[in-house]
């Protein structure tokens, strides 16, 4: 037997506490159901799927916290990465059909009075997609760079849910599964519109969307959908900590605008995005943070950047 290399990233990494409780009012601010959020480092917001014996299968409460979630922590200047993992033997088995037999069964999420016909039935269905396609364009429109890190299997709408993060890693071990198609439905929460732009791969896009296969780590680091594979979890979370702790470390003026401005030009032409980025630092060329990057970089010392 040989043993695996450690991963790069830990070369650096000093013993981390991912144990850290968020403080008290933090504790209020972020207190879930479905979610445990911890402080693993200054800066740095823990989120982690909480539902182990249900293999954190997403019910209705889970969709809801996940937005308020994200939405909170984009308002909050304590915050300037979240980690996003699950806490269960795998990362998620997508959602809890249980919970939404209602949905299945075509009503829509609410009970159903014969008379409405199908054309209320689809606006109410419509509104309930429109919902739950907001839990995870929360993490997209969150200004704070969000770090999947995903062990074991990521199933249906954890595949939407990554999709809509910043940065992605998985163990060795890990799969990926377009679900949808083998329950009977066209995935609609994010992944036909985002993993596209993950991977810039069509036809692989339409091989997982159309056959659901696994797809396992290493298929997932050379196509693009993770940047990062570690031999398990635990060193996993440590290189994601240490990543976290290096993205919390900058300017959150520089890296927020940086996130922006890469959706922004994800989404639109290379001269939109120029005249976009131009619109953004005529004004944010002038903050005191450039000075203070300068001098930290001059004097081998870390700059202490304010709160955002």
């Known amino acids: 037997l040989t043993t695996r290399p450690t991963h790069p990233l830990l070369h650096h990494c000093t013993a981390a506490h991912p ?30 799927m909480n539902r182990p014996k249900k293999l954190n299968a997403m019910n209705k409460a889970m969709w809801r916290e996940f937005r308020e979630c994200f939405d909170r922590a984009s308002e909050d200047p304590d915050v300037r990465v979240v980690l996003l993992s699950g806490n269960s033997k795998i990362f998620t088995a997508g959602i809890d059909i249980g919970d939404h037999s209602d949905l299945f069964a075509g009503g829509g999420g609410e009970d159903e009075e014969e008379e409405q016909g199908i054309a209320r039935k689809a606006f109410k269905t419509r509104r309930f997609i429109g919902n739950y396609q907001e839990s995870f364009t929360a993490i997209e429109r969150c200004p704070k760079p969000v770090i999947a890190a995903v062990h074991s299997a990521c199933i249906g709408a954890g595949v939407d849910m990554i999709t809509a993060c910043d940065i992605r890693m998985c163990t060795d071990m890990s799969y990926f599964c ?34 659901a296969r696994k797809m396992f780590a290493a ?21 994601a900590i240490l990543m976290a702790k290096l993205i919390a470390s900058k300017s959150p003026v520089a890296v927020q605008g940086t996130k ?31 000075p203070k ?15 955002l």
Not at 35 to 46: E, F, G, I, S, Y
Not at 183 to 196: E, K, S, Y
Not at 228 to 237: A, I, L, N, P, R
Not at 266 to 284: K, T
Request: charged share 25%; proline share 2%; with cysteine.
């Open 219 to 239: 298929e997932a680091k050379s196509c693009g959908l993770v940047s990062q594979t570690f031999q398990d979890k635990k060193s996993m979370m440590q290189g």
């Open 178 to 211: 377009v679900k949808e198609v083998d329950i009977g439905l066209a995935a609609d929460v994010g992944t036909l519109q985002r993993l596209p732009k993950v991977i810039g791969n069509e036809s692989l896009v339409r091989d997982l969307c159309f056959t």
């Open 260 to 290: 922006l401005a890469l959706i922004h030009a994800r989404d639109h032409s290379v001269s939109e995005g120029l005249q976009w980025i131009r619109d953004w630092n005529a004004s944010m060329l002038h903050t005191k943070d450039i």
């Open 19 to 48: 144990s850290e409780n968020a403080g008290m009012s933090d504790a209020k601010k972020y207190a879930f159901e479905t979610l445990r959020v911890t402080k693993p480092a200054a800066h740095v917001l823990h989120v982690e």
């Open 293 to 307: 990057a300068f001098m930290g970089a001059m004097t081998k010392k870390t700059p202490i950047f304010s709160k």
